[in-house]
């Protein structure tokens, strides 16, 4: 059986303004580990290789995005951009 459900997909832009919205920022100067207390007062970290707005975030990596930002899921997590950003 073959399923027709498409992967999410995210932009590195998208994720770079959702750290931003946590009030994440990077642990030192050019290091790819964004922590931060959010608005909500949730500690949150992200390992993020941020190049451009446009490149898409494969879906592996998406995953383990959300989980380390608290999201149950990627749907849940691309639910909160639209609504929030």
Known sequence: M???IMPIRFKQGEIKK????FL???QQ???NLFCGIGKDG??????FDYHKNRDVIASGTAKAIANS???GN???MKEY???HL
């Open 69 to 71: 930002l608290k999201f």
């Open 2 to 4: 073959v399923s027709n």
């Open 29 to 31: 100067k050019g290091s």
């Open 81 to 83: 951009i639209e609504k």
């Open 42 to 47: 949730i500690w949150r970290t992200c390992k």
């Open 18 to 21: 959702l750290l931003a919205h």
């Open 74 to 76: 990627v749907l849940e």
């Open 24 to 26: 994440m920022k990077p």
